[in-house]
């Protein structure tokens, strides 16, 4: 199982990838991020650096590629829909790609996991649309 969610952002890619590749720092959001509590020692570019959003998400930062512009994390914990209870392996991955056309960035942010129960897909869907409308507005 898995979303797939993507958008142009009017900004340069190096712009997009040096707001997006800070795991710590989601201030560009700040309607759908309201809180991001840092966890750990691990600073927000390191692998393994941990944070908790909104009091409820616990996340892990897997894989952080400055070159290819990628990053991975893994969510760890949160409300009952992606919960450890019900959900298992869930990871996502956030990959920036320039817009050569218009010096535009294209952004993919993707997500899979497994599991048992329902409803994963339809409670993730929104959050990812909202953090992408979030990321489109703060460039625009």
């Known amino acids: 199982m898995g979303c797939y969610h993507s958008v142009t952002v009017n900004a340069p890619v190096d712009q997009v990838w040096d707001t997006l ?4 720092d989601m201030s560009w959001c700040p ?3 309201t809180q991001l509590e840092p966890v750990g020692d691990a600073g927000g570019t390191e692998t393994g650096a941990k944070r908790i959003l909104n009091g409820v998400f616990h996340e892990t930062l897997l894989t952080l590629d400055d070159k290819e512009r990628t990053f991975s994390y893994s969510i760890d914990d949160g409300p009952e829909a992606v919960s450890k209870e019900n959900v298992q392996g869930y990871i996502g ?4 790609f320039p ?3 218009n010096d535009a960035t294209f952004v993919l942010w993707t ?22 409308g979030a990321l489109k507005s703060h460039f625009a």
């Not at 590749?21 to 710590?24: A, I, N, V």
């Not at 991955?93 to 920036?96: A, L, S």
């Not at 997500?111 to 992408?132: H, M, N």
């Open 111 to 132: 997500s899979r996991w497994d599991s048992s129960g329902g409803g994963v897909q339809e409670f993730c869907d929104p959050i990812y649309r909202a953090l992408l």
């Open 31 to 33: 309607d759908v991020i």
């Open 93 to 96: 991955e956030v990959r920036v």
């Open 99 to 101: 817009v050569t056309d």
């Open 21 to 24: 590749r800070k795991f710590h």
